[in-house]
T-cell receptor, first 114, second 111 residues
Framework: NAGVTQTPKFRILKIGQSMTLQCAQDMNHNYMYWYRQDPGMGLKLIYYSVGAGITDKGEVPNGYNVSRSTTEDFPLRLELAAPSQTSVYFC?????????????FGEGSRLTVL | GENVEQHPSTLSVQEGDSAVIKCTYSDSASNYFPWYKQELGKGPQLIIDIRSNVGEKKDQRIAVTLNKTAKHFSLHITETQPEDSAVYFCAASINDYKLSFGAGTTVTVRA
């Protein structure tokens, strides 16, 4: 049982490049999330999904896209990378039949845009 | 949306002493308040949570208190140990699975 797995762990991008951060969970969780973490700013929700085929915007969605074609996978796509997207990205999942439940986080993906 | 403020941003305590972290929230409809611990190079991990129908909850050396009237909640760690050194995040939610996190508190336990 691996929990939440994120790849890659580190990546350097040039301005204008695109990339996809991968996230997979093997706990059969219905909810999945992408957060970004910036120093002194806590965790900000980018996108989330309540189940396969359903996604919605969080607090800071601009510059990102997601898809949820299966229960297990929730990739985050960065189009036209900008320096403001330099951050540590965390994928998380949870299971709940009614509202908030414990979030299980991956170990993070550190992205630098130069 | 919900706004969560967390204080202090850094906290240094002597091993064996207590540590207290305080958070305030803006939306009186929030009803779920978890605390997460993040060790260096890892993702955050839930350590304790409380719902709005409860005023206090304890789990060994960790306790959380909630004051709904004042819209604040606190994390208390007693008998601190070196392994308690980490970044701690509070969060609040209106039962809709979208947590709003505080900015975090870096706790350092001095031996």
């Amino acid at each position: 049982n691996a929990g939440v797995t994120q790849t890659p762990k580190f990546r350097i991008l040039k301005i204008g490049q695109s990339m996809t951060l991968q996230c997979a969970q093997d706990m059969n969780h219905n909810y999945m999330y992408w957060y970004r973490q910036d120093p002194g700013m806590g965790l900000k929700l980018i996108y989330y999904s309540v189940g396969a085929g359903i996604t919605d915007k969080g607090e800071v969605p601009n510059g990102y896209n997601v898809s949820r074609s299966t229960t297990e996978d929730f990739p985050l796509r960065l189009e036209l990378a900008a320096p403001s997207q330099t951050s540590v990205y965390f994928c998380a999942s949870s299971y709940s039949e009614q509202g908030a439940g414990e979030l299980f986080f991956g170990e993070g993906s550190r992205l630098t845009v130069l | 949306g919900e706004n969560v403020e967390q204080h202090p941003s850094t906290l240094s305590v002597q091993e064996g002493d207590s540590a207290v972290i305080k958070c305030t929230y803006s939306d009186s409809a929030s009803n779920y308040f978890p605390w997460y611990k993040q060790e260096l190079g890892k993702g955050p991990q839930l350590i304790i949570d409380i719902r709005s129908n409860v005023g206090e909850k304890k789990d060994q050396r960790i306790a959380v208190t909630l004051n709904k009237t004042a819209k604040h909640f606190s994390l208390h760690i007693t008998e601190t140990q070196p392994e308690d050194s980490a970044v701690y995040f509070c969060a609040a939610s209106i039962n809709d699975y979208k947590l709003s996190f505080g900015a975090g508190t870096t706790v350092t336990v001095r031996a």
